[in-house]
Structure formats: structure tokens, C-alpha cells
Nanobody, 115 residues
Framework: MLLEESGGGLVQPGESLTLSCVTS????????MSWHRQAPGKERELVAT????????TYADSVKGRFTISRDNAKKTVYLRMNSLKPEDTAVYYC?????????WGKGTQVTVSS
């Protein structure tokens, strides 16, 4: 099972990034997907979720209206579009694949928002 995040980097406040999480080794369409993040010295927190059929998405209050989660089951990839980035969005971002029986984490991608 492989989940590989990409798209992180250093951006200025107000700018945008799109993270991708490419997966392999499991049936992607059977897994709910989510993005999480962990800032230095803080616990990992849930950022956004999306169901297998994309009918339901949820967001942390801190990112609602700025971030958008989406998925492409044909490409076995989940995305996180991040707009209007703030310094407090600085963290390592992880994707998670979750089913009733299994959960798989990626290794993360660093997002730094700084002027």
C-alpha cells in the first residue's frame, strides 16, 4: 500500500497550493479519504474528508471556505486545494485512506506559509 503526497512548498500568505495524494496497492474507490495536518509541537488534526462516492465532504472550521477536497477514483488520487493560505496553515499534511477494516497513511508533505 502506497500513499504519496506532493505539492507542498513555501508560499506567502494569501497564496494557493494544491496537494495531491497518489495511491496504489488497494482499491481506492472503496476507501474514504481525508487530509490531516500536524504543526510543530501540536497534535495531528483532521482537515477535510471525502466519501468514496464524493457525495459528502467535511472540513475543519479553520479551513472551511478556503480549502476544497476532491478525488479522482480513476486516477486513485485525492486532492486538497488550499486558497487564501495563512501562516497558521503551516504544517506537514498527510493523506489517510480509511475503510471499516484498514487505514493507511502517507508520509506527508510540508506546507510553509510565510512572508
Amino acid at each position: 500500500m502506497l500513499l504519496e503526497e506532493s505539492g507542498g512548498g513555501l508560499v506567502q500568505p494569501g497564496e494557493s497550493l494544491t496537494l495531491s495524494c497518489v495511491t496504489s496497492g488497494f482499491t481506492f474507490s472503496n476507501y474514504h479519504m481525508s487530509w490531516h495536518r500536524q504543526a510543530p509541537g501540536k497534535e495531528r488534526e483532521l482537515v477535510a474528508t471525502i466519501t468514496t462516492d464524493e457525495t459528502l465532504t467535511t472540513y475543519a472550521d479553520s479551513v472551511k471556505g478556503r480549502f476544497t477536497i476532491s478525488r479522482d477514483n480513476a486516477k486513485k488520487t485525492v486532492y486538497l486545494r488550499m486558497n487564501s493560505l495563512k501562516p497558521e496553515d503551516t504544517a506537514v499534511y498527510y493523506c489517510l485512506a480509511n475503510s471499516y477494516a484498514h487505514s493507511y497513511w502517507g508520509k506527508g508533505t510540508q506546507v510553509t506559509v510565510s512572508s
